[in-house]
């Protein structure tokens, strides 16, 4: 029986195994962390990650040969095939603070291959890293072992949180990238075996490493650059009539531009975009591409803009303040169907209400109480400041509640923000929630989830991103 090892149980490592587990019957894996609280989770009913059919799949195979252990030396010394799959954040201190990817992580479980391994293993970089970085792992791998051979492969994950476990059924594609020699080859295909028990063979792509590595870079960087894009678009259409929705739809019509990711939002979130892309822009500038460098950094900027510009349209329309105001935040998920609030645009948005003096209340079926708090409470980094770090004060943080639904947090509130696509707001009685409101009543609608002529029809003052202003919003400009 082959056996897996994945180190990290987190967001990917966690869903990843599963899906392997149920289409492989005959591979027994395991999945290792440090935190004791994760794998506790995940041997739970309540796992720790919200992911729709996640739990089924664990059910079906958990203790057959799916098993969450902290035991992590023994499954890895144990494992023909080691996946690496910890977290590689951006850095917030020294060297490229602010862009690289911070790899702590990852050499120390490198490290610790490397002494605990008894036996020839193939070494999997399931998280995305910096180009070339199989070559650092190699010289650690190798350089500590007994006369043990390794072979590193990349196989970065491209599934999506929210859709993880059909992106996992049905991937695009698998990608592998391998050494280049006879040893490299038989890694590679060895893994392709896995995955060729459910992926068709047309989908399972080899490459060289660096290849692999630089592929996850670039593909998110592509998409973060359409969603920029189509916000940039945005900003445009409020200032001329033109509709978002409309212009996104007729482009997407273009077969060679294609429909998907062109949504205007308050911006992008979750842990991978901002955090690849600077990454990127770092390998970059360290390559002596200063323009490369420059140009998908304004990526990351469009999306800074969109979110200051969506709290500048707050306050101008509710007449240039929002202080001592209610402001009912529905959603603080990073998209729906997930708990996940990294990097979620929400966080912005409330610190940049906050910064005015706002009372928010915050509602998000998926995200805990304890959650926002640290959340907002949380030093914000800044990517293009990193070394000035702003805390927050503790009289701000009594500025923010958290409720238990959508009319709780609505009632009294001066004005609505939809920041996440939950579907249950597309349903929620705007009428009633008219009623319980400060008059004006006033919507942003940062995912263009709501029907506005519905509202308008109401008596609610409606901004949706990108759409033909209302008169109160032309008559009051926001400035970015
Ligand atoms: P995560 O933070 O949810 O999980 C990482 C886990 O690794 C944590 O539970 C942590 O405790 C564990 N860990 C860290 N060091 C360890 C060690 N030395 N030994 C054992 N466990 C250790 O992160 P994630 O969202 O699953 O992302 C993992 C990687 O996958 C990142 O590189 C990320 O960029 C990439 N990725 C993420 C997504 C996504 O949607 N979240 C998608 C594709 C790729
Ligand atoms: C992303 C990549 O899609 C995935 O392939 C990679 O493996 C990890 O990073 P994820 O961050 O989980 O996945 O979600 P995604 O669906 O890409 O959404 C990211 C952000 O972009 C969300 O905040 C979402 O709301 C936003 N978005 C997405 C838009 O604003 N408009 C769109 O059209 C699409």
């Known amino acids: 029986m082959v056996k897996i090892c994945c180190i990290g149980a987190g967001y990917v490592g966690g869903p990843t195994m599963a899906v392997i587990a149920l289409k492989c019957p005959s591979i027994e894996v395991a999945v290792v962390d440090i935190s004791v609280p994760r794998i ?47 977290n590689t ?21 490198a490290r610790m291959i490397a002494d605990v391994s008894v036996s020839d293993k193939i070494v999997v970089e399931k998280s995305t890293v910096p180009v070339r970085t199989a070559e650092a792992i190699e010289k650690i791998l190798t350089h500590n072992s007994k006369g043990i051979k390794f072979q590193i492969l990349s196989n970065p994950e491209f599934l999506a949180e929210g859709t993880a476990i059909e992106d996992l059924y049905q991937p695009d594609r698998v990608l592998i990238g391998g050494r280049e020699t006879p040893d490299g080859f038989k890694a590679v295909k060895a893994l392709k075996d896995v ?15 660096w290849s692999a590595e630089l592929t996850k870079l670039a593909a998110n960087a592509f998409l973060a650059q359409r969603i920029s894009s189509v916000n940039a678009m945005s900003a445009l259409c409020e200032a001329t009539g033109a509709n978002v929705s409309e212009v996104s739809y007729a482009v997407g019509k273009d077969s060679r531009i294609g429909p998907k990711f062109l949504n205007s939002s308050v911006g992008f979130g979750g842990s991978c975009f901002q955090k690849d892309i600077l ?26 803009y969109q979110k200051t510009r969506f709290v500048n349209r707050i306050v101008s329309s509710m007449f240039n303040t929002v202080s001592n105001k209610k402001i009912a935040v529905l959603g603080f998920a990073f998209k729906k169907d997930t708990g996940d609030t990294r990097e979620t645009p929400a966080i912005d948005v409330c610190k940049g ?57 609505t009632k009294d509130a001066h004005g609505i923000c939809l920041l996440t696509e939950w579907d249950e707001f597309k349903t929620l009685d705007f009428e009633r929630i008219f009623e319980n409101m400060q008059k004006p009543a006033f919507v942003f609608d940062g995912r263009n989830v709501v029907d506005a002529e519905k509202l308008r029809k109401i008596g609610f003052i409606v901004y949706s991103i990108g ?7 032309k008559d009051m400009p926001a400035l970015a």
Request: hydrophobic share 40%.
């Open 353 to 409: 209400l906050l910064g005015d003096k706002a009372r928010i209340s915050i509602y998000d079926p998926q995200v805990t109480e304890e959650q926002i708090q640290r959340d907002l409470t949380m030093n914000k980094f800044d990517w293009d400041h990193p070394l000035h770090l702003q805390p927050m004060s503790p009289t701000t943080v009594k500025q923010v509640s958290v409720a238990w639904d959508a009319y709780a947090a």
């Open 279 to 304: 990454n990127l822009v770092y390998i970059c500038e360290c390559n002596g591409l200063p323009e490369v460098a420059e140009y998908w950094k304004q990526v990351i900027k469009i999306n800074d």
């Open 195 to 209: 995955y060729a028990h459910w992926v068709p063979e047309e989908r399972i792509l080899t490459t060289n490493l």
């Open 89 to 109: 954040p951006t850095k917030t201190r020294g060297l490229g603070a602010g862009k690289a990817a911070d790899l702590t992580y990852w050499e120390s479980a």
């Open 40 to 86: 506790t989770a995940w041997n739970s009913d309540q796992l720790p990650i919200y992911e729709p059919g996640l739990d089924e799949v664990v059910k079906q195979c958990r203790g057959k040969n799916l098993f969450f252990s902290t035991d992590v030396e023994k499954h890895v010394r144990e494992a023909d095939i080691v996946f690496v799959s910890v």
């Open 467 to 473: 759409k033909p202003l209302d008169q109160w919003l």
